[in-house]
């Protein structure tokens, strides 16, 4: 008996502690999985009520509830395409969620002459599972048949524009050319009216919603918690992944300049500079394939604050950059030996970071402090 009771005891307390302890320069922290099973999750929102919404590549909004995965997909998206790089991308709230319901996503969609980014909104009703009054507000354009590149994340800064990025749809000149949409940071308002003080509106030669250019492939965007300013990074080619602060009308240089080259290893554009053209604030060389981005500024992890934390595709790692001002000063790699392609990371309501894996079987992990 007194073997039973003590294995049942073991069984009870060993899980949590056979959870790895990870340490960083300065903290130490436990990786938890709230769900796994997901199909190549791809963005994470928190809604004021708990809620958390997770989209899923393959074209699937799926709901967290009280860390557990609801087996119901929320319904009445649009015909989302889920080719190569492309599906159901990012997801938003509203800065006002709480008395509007309004979500945005960003997806790839299909028609006359290939495929593109399209960004929607629609109003959530948590209790069925649904979405309703579909809107669409806004389609990259031209379509092109290449189904990689699409962008996209979504950001609101503190006046309520909504910012988007579309990256270069893998022709790269198509990012220095003001009549299209493809390697631009867009800017509307979160009906999808274009701003009376974006910084090409009047031209007749612009895309009157292009509020930056010259970007590849932005997949993370994220305010500063102090300044406001919204900052983004970019997948290079072979080298030269990029994070830059995005400022109205300024050239980000891809492909004329880069820290890259090509996948043949030849050279791209002229070199690393040009008068008129902007330099990243931080660039890595070889890539680590960014994706997803956060600052942290919660209180499970004091010494992390102010910190800017950005997942990798291809390094599989979760990098953590100290900052001083706009300089980054210091990069730290955790968890190198998890093995997972990290797609989002957020912080969460609760001052924890979260994390979405990029895989068929893809998993919501949460950072846990360990004193």
């Known amino acids: 008996m007194r073997t039973l009771i003590l294995s049942l005891l073991l069984w009870l307390v060993l899980p949590a502690q056979a959870q790895p302890v990870f340490e960083s320069a300065q903290q130490r922290f436990r990786v938890e999985t709230v769900v796994d099973g997901l199909e190549h999750p791809w963005s994470l929102a928190f809604l004021p ?190 080298g030269g992944d990029e994070i830059n602060i995005v400022h109205p009308g300024l050239n980000y240089g891809w492909p004329v300049i880069t820290h890259g080259v090509d996948y043949t290893y030849l050279p791209i554009g002229i070199g690393t500079h040009k008068e008129g053209m902007e330099q990243p604030l931080y660039h890595w060389t070889p890539s680590i394939a960014p994706s997803g981005m956060a600052f942290y500024s919660g209180d499970a992890f004091p010494r992390w604050r102010g910190n800017l934390f950005v997942g990798a595709l291809a390094g599989e790692h979760l990098a953590r950059l100290t900052l001083d001002g706009e300089k980054v000063v210091a990069e730290e790699r955790l968890l190198t030996t998890l093995g997972r392609r990290i797609r989002d990371v957020r912080q969460g309501p609760d001052g924890r970071l979260w994390l979405l894996t990029d895989h068929d079987s893809g998993q919501l992990l949460r950072l846990e402090p360990v004193k």
């Open 49 to 238: 009520d708990g809620t958390l919404l997770v989209s899923e590549r393959p074209g699937r909004l799926r709901v967290v509830r009280d860390g557990r995965l609801l087996p119901q997909a929320v319904s009445g998206l649009p015909q989302i395409a889920a080719r190569g790089q492309g599906g159901l991308l990012d997801v938003v709230p509203h800065p006002q969620f709480a008395s509007n319901d309004l979500i945005y996503f960003s997806y790839a969609a299909a028609g006359e002459g290939g495929y593109t980014t399209r960004v929607a909104r629609g109003r959530f009703d948590g209790g069925r599972l649904a979405l309703a009054d579909v809107q669409v507000l806004f389609e990259a354009l031209p379509r092109s048949r290449r189904t990689h590149h699409f962008g996209s994340r979504l950001v609101f800064d503190r006046a309520g524009f909504l910012y988007i990025t579309v990256g270069d749809r893998g022709d790269m000149d198509r990012a220095q050319q003001l009549d299209d949409h493809a390697g631009s940071v867009l800017r509307l308002h979160d009906d999808g009216r274009i701003p009376a003080d974006n910084p090409f509106l009047g031209r007749k030669d612009v895309r009157p919603e292009i509020y930056s250019y010259g970007h590849r492939n932005p997949q993370g965007m994220t305010l500063h918690p102090d300044t406001g300013a919204v900052w983004l990074h970019e997948h290079g080619a072979r």
